[in-house]
Nanobody
Framework: QVQLVESGGGLVQPGGSLRLSCAAS????????MGWYRQAPGKQRELVAT???????????NYADSVKGRFTISGDVGKNTVYLQMNSLKPEDTAVYYC?????????WGQGTQVTVSS
């Protein structure tokens, strides 16, 4: 079992920044993919960014086109934590953001954290 605890959401004005954190605990393997997805009201959940861990290093990253150049995903391997730095936020970034852990058939989700971009 893997538990994911997210933090860092909130209300921010357009153009502002937020940093989301996701701490994983439980049975964590040395190779996995963690990432962030988001779901806006009335829309399907969509990928935001993922990062791969292989051994003692964080590996490749992947971003949705809509956030490239504005969002950065990073990982602290020792803490089993991933971060999502979100800059130049837009109203269309408003959504519930979910942390995800994947390894093979294992697929875990956090409870979600609300991000609202509004003036």
């Amino acid at each position: 079992q893997v538990q994911l605890v997210e933090s860092g959401g909130g209300l921010v004005q357009p153009g502002g920044s937020l940093r989301l954190s996701c701490a994983a605990s439980g049975t964590i393997f040395s190779i996995y993919v963690m990432g962030w997805y988001r779901q806006a009201p009335g829309k399907q959940r969509e990928l935001v960014a993922t990062i791969t861990r292989a051994g003692f290093a964080s590996g490749s990253t992947n971003y949705a086109d809509s956030v490239k150049g504005r969002f950065t995903i990073s990982g602290d391997v020792g803490k089993n934590t991933v971060y999502l730095q979100m800059n130049s936020l837009k109203p269309e970034d408003t959504a519930v953001y979910y942390c995800n852990y994947k390894r093979g058939s294992l697929d875990y989700w956090g409870q979600g954290t609300q991000v609202t971009v509004s003036s």
